[in-house]
């Protein structure tokens, strides 16, 4: 693996995961020319989400690590609207029903509830004055450990259980996980142990 680039980006919210755009700007736009050339997503992350993502110019990552089949670990961090019971928890954890397939099976930690008024900082900003109508409605923050990487699929799975995902982050694939230090639309290449960690997947 060592001959192949291998790089660490904490995505921004509102850039696409492509190569290039005409209407948005794209990760690659964070990069120099030189890397932006050779470099391209591993998978990709939906635009109003940000965190972990990796790029490289090893063209069989993205088949090793990130198709549904192979079953490796993607943790997400997020905020949502609604409530959250032992109930939910069981159905997101056992997997969930929705149009089109079943979730395999999840880990779900719920890390604190809250009012909504209080992650206003959060909300997108189409939505701020929807939200704002119930300040004191309920809301909550959690990580959810899903290994498959369907379209929308930890979205999904929220509102099958009626939350409504406003904030999502992505933490982590199999046992890498994004750098604290790195803010978004910063990078990094990956070190030998994490590279180690990639091959493990």
Known sequence: MNDKLY??????QNCVTAK????HRTVMDYFPADLSERLHPVGRLDKDTCGLLLLT???DLDFRIMQPDRHVSKTYFFYAIGTMDDKKIRSLEKGISMVGFTSRPASFRLIRNYRISQLEEFFPSERRERYLKNPDGPAFAA????HEGKKHE????LEAVHCKIFYLKRISIGGLSLDDSLAE??????DDYELQLLEKN
Do not use: S
Not at 7 to 12: E, H, L, T, V
Not at 154 to 157: G, I
């Open 7 to 12: 790089y660490m980006f904490n995505k921004p």
């Open 20 to 23: 290039r755009d005409a209407v």
């Open 57 to 59: 110019d090893d063209g």
């Open 143 to 146: 990580e959810l450990t899903i």
């Open 154 to 157: 930890v979205k999904r799975m």
């Open 185 to 190: 639309g910063q990078y990094r290449p990956l």
